[in-house]
């Protein structure tokens, strides 16, 4: 059975199918609950390719909160891969040296510079030690400091990078560890 559709039914048509389209644009067209992180996660993937030197898709990040600051641990999923193995090491070497320093532009590039705890790491960094050490098959970067305030930035920064980095990343524990 056919309906007539008069000029309010026409002009509703033509502002759902633009709101439609409006959410499309704005990102808002994701699977259901996602609310574009799908997409988020892609735009960091190809951002940390010109910063990370070694393959995202072979590697795994994990963030495990402690009472004092944040182990940050990076691996070749494959321990074999002894190239990989080597470009982590070396990488995060460097982002441990810059980051002692109070350098955050290489997660700035990646997730942003609003990204949650970075302008606190930043002014913070004096008030943080960073250390880092080989791990099997990758590297870690161990951030501890006194500071609560700083803590709980070490916290969001980790939470942000978990968000943005999808299955290439985990958090090593709900509750920090000491």
Do not use: K
Request: overall charge negative; some cysteine.
């Amino acid at each position: 059975m056919r309906t007539e559709r008069g000029p309010a039914a026409a002009r509703a048509g033509v502002a759902l199918a633009g709101l439609v389209l409006g959410l499309a644009a704005c990102g808002g067209g994701g699977a259901a609950g996602d609310d574009g992180l799908a997409d988020r996660q892609q735009e960091v993937a190809e951002r940390g390719e010109g910063v990370m030197p070694f393959d995202l898709e072979a590697t795994t990040h994990r963030f495990e909160p402690t009472a004092d600051g944040l182990v940050q641990t990076v691996v070749a999923d494959d321990p074999s891969d002894a190239a990989n193995v080597s470009l982590v090491r070396e990488h995060l070497t460097d982002e441990a040296e810059r980051f002692a320093a109070g350098d955050y532009d290489d997660p700035a590039a990646i997730h942003g510079d609003e990204m949650p705890g970075l302008a606190e790491l930043e002014a913070g960094a004096e008030r943080i030690d960073v250390a880092y050490a080989e791990a099997e098959a990758g590297g870690r970067i161990t951030y501890t400091t006194a500071d609560a305030t700083l803590v709980d930035a070490l916290h969001r920064w980790a939470e942000a990078q978990v968000m943005d980095h999808g299955t290439h990343a985990d958090s090593g524990a709900t509750e920090p560890t000491t």
